[in-house]
């Protein structure tokens, strides 16, 4: 069950993704928040045009802080990048973030379940759904496309 801090910081990934809608070319708008508790360590949008990833971008920010930290993603993290680069699924292993609070499941073959299955495989916790009904708006067009 996702804590009022877990919706509160879910919900700024969704405006942070929100806010480049139209701007990410193929990719949907993602947005990442990386906090400890509360505190918020770093947080980032998919970069206008698509690269870089929204959690690529706000592991680099929060840096060794990363480490035990909660990630909160407004779109499954990626298990495969369409150019061989790491996936945000595999750094934030890397990073050794303890949670990862996912909104929505990604319907792309990049992801599908494949991203939270190798989260999971590895020991993080992941929990999924966490107020999934306010990407809609967010998301509607990308699962179309797909």
């Known amino acids: 069950m996702p804590s009022a801090a877990d919706e509160r910081l879910m919900r700024r990934a969704?405006?942070?993704a929100e806010a480049r809608l139209g701007?990410?070319?193929d990719n949907p708008a993602v947005g990442c928040v990386i906090a400890r508790g509360e505190a918020v360590l770093a947080e980032a949008a998919t970069a206008p045009g698509g690269r870089p990833h929204a959690e690529e971008q706000a592991?680099?920010?929060?840096g060794a802080a990363a480490r035990g930290a909660t990630a909160y993603?407004?779109?499954?993290?990626c298990a495969e990048r369409s150019s061989g680069a790491p996936s945000c699924s595999e750094l934030l292993i890397a990073a050794g973030v303890?949670?990862?609070?996912?909104?929505?499941?990604?319907?792309?073959?990049?992801?599908?379940?494949?991203?939270?299955?190798r989260m999971r495989a590895a020991?993080?916790?992941?929990?999924?759904?966490?107020v999934a009904d306010e990407t809609?708006?967010?998301?509607s067009d990308y699962r179309r496309r797909l």
């Open 98 to 117: 303890a949670r990862v609070v996912v909104a929505a499941q990604d319907p792309s073959p990049k992801a599908s379940g494949r991203g939270e299955a």
């Open 136 to 139: 809609d708006r967010l998301y």
């Open 14 to 16: 969704i405006a942070l």
């Open 59 to 62: 592991l680099a920010i929060a």
């Open 23 to 25: 701007e990410t070319g």
């Open 123 to 130: 020991g993080v916790s992941v929990e999924t759904g966490v």
């Open 73 to 77: 993603v407004s779109l499954e993290p």
